[in-house]
């Protein structure tokens, strides 16, 4: 009965039916979340469902407005400028008539606090719980910040750390224009105008940026260079200790800016030097848009990301999660210079070899990120010399092989793999990892004799498909069956008992493998470049990413157009062998083209001509040539072979009417406009 009064009240002022329906649902998952919680919290039956507070919440609706709370929190906050939290949080509800006592109102009131104290809202954290208006501190502020050529050129203002206050603005102007605020994923902010509005200016220029209420932005060149006061330079460093605080986080550039003015309202009211340069008179070391004073704070934020992306890849496995802390926890330990006892180390080394547990805590554990001591040992060497048992020798081993492979040595990281496989023949990553070195410097027998070791992965399936026929004595292939080499003969009498001697032609393929492998192998940073490719290419998230990830364009736009070829030279050029090596150098300058079907050798080859510049050219190949026609076009990477050509990576077949859009994203060279346009025309209705 209380529900059905409480819907007709509403109705009765005024209130549409399907916003009552939302309201008094609103109530009853708040009431029935907090009776979830109760019994969660005492790990028991709680009280149950409370009912009174139920019929109490109903009898204090409506709620108000998210528009109306918003309203609210911006009045009351330029009104303080800074406010403590808690404060703010019941001056909003008091403006609001709203009780504190409220429990679905007050969720709704914190619920609009998390959205305008966002990285870039117009309300400001600061780290002693004040509440920031960012609107009433940026009156008579005047910023500067140092133009480069990219913003020049792009028209795209840089907003993440000198300007970064400014990012709350949502609808700024420029004599009379609108300026269009970006935020990228990677948190990188900046203001779009309209066309030339930085062209006047120069690289290196140093720019005066202001804003007032209306959201209306004045720029204006600095001449000279403001030499930053000692007083200036130590009230940032203030602000930074000030902002640092208990956590011993890194400071972003915008918290640093709001503290200063929180502090001393006349402080940057005229043109000074940037906050880059201020910072860096501070004794503060920049990175991305934040700012610390040394090492150790970089070290700590790193660990929390850790922590975080262990927490969101286990979910409720709080045994998993508990053991991958646990590993992290005294890595870092031992990491310090700190020493443990025998057993505490050996506990350690046992959570690291589970394998759930080492692909967890990989990437914590690898100095990518400032470590405390950056001239002492890694991690890695710690571990590598604590390890007395086989399979944590294993473990360590290929830990400090993934360090080596970070620090560009892939000579050491195979050396380590091979010690860790001596110790622990049975270990998987380092087994696999092995194989794929062996792959690289050509030795396909026993590459595949590794990889059959484990089970098998699609990776791994494509690797020994592309070794295979290089093995010794090649023992899959049955006496009967038509020899590797491409004679035509049967195996018992061309190959068999002789051994394999493959041309360069020969490991074209196999080449190709080699560059696709690496990506695969990557990890975090080859993963999301592929991932790119993927998301333009389907337009959103795919529903199955390991299929979407296996597609050969995929591998191939992110090697060639996103310029990771040349890094898998880098990285394994030393492992191939050395007319290989020589081979793949000339493999980058092979754009992707759109090619015509000129003619067709079933078996053996066909020749393709470019469909912009009219060239032929002959390419060997047994497979497609069997399958195509006269007349067809194709969207392939030829690239030379060492004595003729042949394809390599994913071959497209196009329709007449696709061949212009196609070619003009090949021209553009992006390998996500390239990935866009295919995916568009693969959704089109055939």
């Known amino acids: 009965p209380h529900v059905v009064d409480t819907a007709e009240r509403l109705l009765a002022g005024g209130m549409a039916p399907d916003r009552v329906l939302a309201q008094m649902a609103i109530v009853l998952t708040t009431v029935l979340l907090l009776a979830i919680e109760e019994e969660d919290d005492e790990d028991e039956d709680g009280g149950g469902f409370d009912e009174e507070g139920f019929h109490r919440e109903l009898d204090a609706l409506p709620l108000p407005e998210s528009d109306a709370v918003r309203d609210a929190f911006l009045a009351v906050a330029a009104e303080h400028v800074a406010v403590n939290g808690e404060e703010l949080l019941a001056l909003v509800a008091e403006r609001l008539g709203v009780?504190?006592?409220?429990?679905?109102?007050?969720?709704?009131?914190d619920q609009v606090d998390e959205l305008l104290g966002g990285a870039h809202g117009p309300l400001v954290w600061l780290a002693d719980d004040t509440t920031v208006s960012a609107e009433a501190i940026v009156a008579g502020l005047v910023l500067t910040h140092r133009l480069d050529a990219e913003e020049i050129r792009t028209g795209c203002l840089d907003l993440g750390f000198d300007l970064a206050i400014l990012s709350w603005a949502d609808a700024p102007t420029?004599?009379?224009?609108?300026?269009?605020?970006?935020?990228?994923?990677?948190?990188?902010?900046?203001?779009?105008g309209p066309e030339g509005w930085l062209g006047d200016h120069q690289p290196g220029d140093l720019l005066a940026v202001a804003?007032?209420?209306?959201?209306?932005?004045?720029?204006?060149?600095?001449?000279g260079v403001p030499t930053p006061s000692p007083a200036l330079v130590a009230a940032t460093r203030a602000a930074y200790d000030a902002e640092l605080g208990e956590a011993g986080l890194p400071v972003p550039g915008r918290d640093l800016l709001a503290r200063m003015r929180v502090t001393d309202r006349s402080v940057l009211s005229e043109p000074q030097a940037p906050l880059t340069t201020l910072c860096t008179e501070g004794g503060l070391e920049r990175s991305g848009n934040e700012v610390a004073h040394d090492a150790t704070v970089w070290h700590e934020a790193r660990r929390l990301t850790d922590m975080q992306a262990i927490r969101e890849a286990v979910g409720e496995d709080d045994e998993l999660y508990d053991a991958a802390i646990a590993v992290i926890h005294v890595c870092d330990i031992l990491h310090e210079g700190s020493t443990l006892a025998e057993d505490q180390v050996a506990a350690m080394l046992d959570d690291l070899a589970d394998l759930d547990v080492l692909t967890l805590v990989e990437h914590a554990l690898l100095d990518a990120r400032p470590a405390p001591d950056r001239t002492g040992p890694t991690i890695a060497e710690v571990l590598v010399g604590l390890a007395r048992r086989p399979r944590h020798v294993a473990v360590t081993r290929y830990v400090a092989a993934i360090q080596s492979e970070q620090d560009g040595d892939a000579e050491a990281a195979?050396?380590?793999?091979?010690?860790a496989v001596a110790a622990a023949p049975d270990f998987p990553p380092s087994t696999d990892r092995l194989a794929w070195y062996a792959s690289d410097r050509g030795d396909a027998t026993r590459a595949v004799r590794l990889w059959q070791r484990l089970p098998l992965t699609a990776t791994a399936a494509a690797d020994i498909a592309a070794c295979e026929r290089f093995m010794e004595g090649v023992a899959t292939m049955n006496r009967n069956d038509p020899c590797w080499c491409g004679s035509g003969r049967k195996y018992k009498r061309c190959h068999l008992g002789k051994p394999v001697m493959p041309t360069l032609p020969d490991r074209a393929g196999w080449l190709w493998r080699k560059a696709a492998a690496y990506m695969e192998r990557g990890g975090a940073e080859a993963l999301d470049a592929m991932w790119q490719v993927v998301t333009a290419r389907m337009d959103g998230e795919p529903q199955d990413w390991a299929q979407a990830l296996a597609d050969p364009l995929v591998v191939d736009l992110a090697l060639v157009e996103g310029g990771w070829f040349p890094r898998f030279l880098a990285d394994r050029g030393v492992l191939l062998p050395e007319d290989e090596l020589v081979l793949a150098g000339s493999w980058p300058a092979s754009t992707r083209r759109v090619h015509t079907v000129t003619e067709v050798v079933p078996g053996t080859g066909l020749t393709l001509t470019d469909a912009t510049s009219g060239t032929a050219v002959t390419v060997r190949d047994r497979t497609l040539s069997g399958t195509v026609a006269v007349g067809e076009l194709l969207c392939a990477r030829?690239?030379?072979?060492?004595e003729g050509h042949q394809l390599v990576g994913a071959v497209l077949p196009l329709r007449p009417e696709e061949a212009a859009t196609v070619t003009e994203a090949l021209a553009s060279g992006d390998p996500l406009q390239i990935a866009e346009v295919v995916g568009r025309l693969e959704r089109q209705p055939a």
């Open 414 to 419: 195979e050396q380590h793999l091979e010690a």
């Open 99 to 109: 009780s504190t006592d409220q429990t679905t109102a007050m969720q709704l009131i």
């Open 211 to 223: 804003i007032d209420a209306d959201q209306r932005v004045v720029l204006e060149a600095v001449g």
């Open 174 to 192: 420029i004599d009379g224009q609108d300026l269009q605020p970006h935020v990228h994923d990677d948190d990188a902010v900046y203001w779009s």
């Open 638 to 642: 030829v690239v030379p072979d060492g």
